[in-house]
């Protein structure tokens, strides 16, 4: 599922003021009351069902993208529920940060298990315009087999499955062996400081011996519904942001010269676009296109399976870059995304600057990828990293998660083929493997890839992945942490 981080720059010192700020953990004001559940009393599977959907309505129901005030409102009502379910105050903590906030919900284990694992997702969404959309994107509308509604995919649908079966397992009187710490972030479309912050500033609160991000990973459905595959995802690249600036005396546009700085830009953008980076891969991206190279149609999988019985192979490399949806995970890439340029319509430009976007693959710096761009655009463009994004290197490929997830997912699919996978894109993932905690994503959705429509209009997830997404995180976590 893509995420698009915010082009704003990650400054430490400002994280550092912001996470002072925030040492005071809250529990929210309590939203509307609600009626504890009878202690330890299993619920039915409809009940379950019902809950899971009242909570995603309410959810939806509150536009928490950036600048609305949203988020500490969606995390004061979860806080609640949990609350209201039993689990005690002191380990229920709303972590305010600005206008949004973070929800870490503690779920004490025997300690039986060692280290507490972490379950990730998010609970802002990126921005829905009303008339743009065929309904209200921030009312739950069950049509046609489907969820509709802001979130449904990206991803409020996870945040409902994972605080009911917290929930569920509750009602049932279950001790896992290990804590597992819920971690709901408040910003992670644009900026991811409430992640960072709580790895920064609230480390006690999120510690963990790896994190399961339900951001990422996930199944893949065949348009007739067949489930296709899996994949767990341990990498992500980084996202970051260069500005190419080629500067210059200017003039009357009467008396036009050679060194204008839009040519000379233009100049250098063509020689980005001719430009590919070095062939890479790791553990991750060889065994996802080792599984995928048995589904994917023709070249594509045949240069898969190549790739994947001699990594490095510059061919097989060249055919897999064709596909857009697989460039990424072959090389560094860096495209132009945005343009400016000149100040008036008779005046030769002064200035001309380019924004060049690159996602860049674990394990290589962002000042590398700089250094790399300024042989290709020449001296005298200026480069300036606009948003170093956040670098992290792949997790380490543990079998214990990998038999796990395998395990959860085959007893939703039985025989589905598992694999490792990196995302060519970054989501709060990155920030817990950066700051040391190995991170995996493994969510419980499966999706036709004509129903991936996240960040988009319309944004769905069928009615059954939903209900599935509950009995995969059922299944996994008494798999982590159950008893055996």
């Known amino acids: 599922m893509p995420r698009v981080s915010a082009l704003l720059p990650l400054p430490f010192a400002l994280l550092t003021l912001a996470g002072c700020a925030s040492e005071q953990r809250t529990a929210a004001p309590p939203a509307a009351p609600l009626p504890p559940p009878a202690a330890h009393a299993p619920l039915s599977a409809d009940a379950v069902r019902r809950d899971a959907r009242d909570i995603l309505a309410t959810i939806v129901s509150m536009d928490t993208s950036a600048g609305r005030g949203e988020v500490p409102k969606e995390a004061s009502y979860l806080a609640e529920r949990f609350r209201r ?9 709303v972590v305010p940060l600005g206008e949004t906030a973070s929800l870490v919900v503690r779920y004490r284990g025997s300690g039986t298990g060692g280290k507490p694992i972490a ?19 921030f009312t739950l509308v069950e049509e046609n ?69 339900a951001d990422g990973g996930g199944g893949t459905l065949a348009e007739d519904g067949r489930p296709i595959s899996y994949v767990i995802q341990g990498a992500e690249k980084t996202s970051a942001t260069y500005l190419l600036t080629v500067r210059n005396q200017g003039g009357h546009s009467s008396m036009p010269r050679s060194d204008n700085a839009i040519y000379e830009l233009a100049d250098a953008l063509l020689a980005l676009r001719a430009f590919h980076f070095p062939i890479q891969w790791n553990e991750w991206t060889v065994g996802n296109f080792k599984a995928e190279s048995a589904v994917a149609p023709g070249p594509l999988g045949e240069a898969m399976k190549r790739f994947a019985e001699t990594p490095g192979d510059a061919v097989a490399a060249e055919e897999i870059a064709k596909s857009p949806a697989h460039v990424g995970l072959v090389r560094t890439t860096c495209v132009a995304t945005m343009l400016q340029g000149g100040h008036a319509e008779n005046a030769l430009p002064q200035s001309a600057t380019a924004t060049v976007n690159c ?11 700089k250094d790399t761009l300024q042989k290709i655009v020449g001296n005298h463009v200026e480069i300036a990293i606009y948003d170093g994004g956040i670098p992290a290197d792949a997790s380490p490929m543990r079998p214990d998660v990998m038999a796990a997830v395998t395990h959860a997912v085959h007893a939703l699919h039985p025989g589905v083929v598992v694999s490792g996978a990196m995302a060519p894109y970054a989501t709060d993932g990155a920030v817990f493997r950066g700051a040391g905690i ?6 419980g959705l499966f999706q036709k890839e004509s129903d991936d429509l996240a960040h988009g209009l319309n944004e769905r997830v069928s009615v059954e992945s939903f209900y599935g997404s509950l009995a995969y995180w059922y299944a996994l976590i008494h798999e982590i942490a159950g008893a055996h």
């Open 359 to 369: 996602r860049i693959f674990p394990g290589t710096r962002t000042a590398d990828v």
């Open 145 to 213: 087999g489907y969820f509709f509604g802001r979130g449904t995919e990206d991803i409020k649908g996870e945040v409902a499955v994972l605080t009911e079966t917290f929930l569920r397992l509750k009602a049932e009187g279950f001790v896992p062996t290990r804590d597992l710490v819920i971690v709901f972030s408040g910003d992670e479309e644009i900026q991811q400081h409430t992640a960072l912050d709580l790895v920064q500033h609230h480390r006690d609160l999120v510690d963990a011996d790896y994190a399961l991000n």
């Open 438 to 443: 190995p991170t995996y994503g493994a969510s």
């Open 119 to 137: 379950l990730l997702a998010h609970m802002d969404v990126v921005p829905a315009k009303r008339q743009d959309w065929q309904r209200d994107p």
């Open 85 to 93: 379910a039993g689990f005690p105050a002191s380990d229920v903590h």
